[in-house]
């Protein structure tokens, strides 16, 4: 009932619009048949009845006009934000399973000489005192 308000105000707006439009187009020629001598104020009604009625409508329609955008806005953001996230998921996996295997083979190095695993930290092994390289 209220899904798409934005659409609902604008064609409120247009429909409004001619309705008054009609109402001010008849009550001038109401004046002006009846005020024969005063004609003009029955045409001074009609324009500026259509001018107001104008203008005003200006405000309805751009509020309209606006809730339609912003709703369009708010769409597309969500969409953004599933497309950024799907992808998103598998980057980290990715990226923490590289540094894993990167990390398994840098973490310790083999002695060549009594073949112990020391730690990346250390130039000398820990067990033999010789140099890594
Ligand atoms: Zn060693």
Redesign the pocket.
């Known amino acids: 009932m209220f899904n798409n308000i934005g659409k609902k105000i604008k064609t409120l707006t247009v429909v409004c619009f001619v309705l008054v439009l009609i109402g001010v187009v008849v009550y001038g020629v109401v004046l002006m048949v009846t005020l024969r001598r005063q004609a003009w104020i029955g045409l001074l009604v009609i324009a500026g009845g259509f001018l107001a009625c104008w203008i005003s409508s200006f405000f309805l329609y751009g509020f309209g006009e606006l809730i339609e955008s912003s709703e369009k806005t708010a769409e597309n953001t969500s969409l953004l934000l599933q497309k950024l996230k799907a992808p998103a998921k598998n980057v980290p996996a990715s990226s923490s399973s590289f540094v894993k295997s990167a990390g398994n083979t840098e973490e310790t190095w083999t002695?060549?000489?009594?073949?112990?695993k020391?730690p990346t930290v250390t130039s000398f092994?820990?067990?033999?005192?010789?140099s890594r390289y």
């Open positions: 002695c060549q000489y009594c073949d112990y020391n092994c820990r067990n033999c005192q010789r």
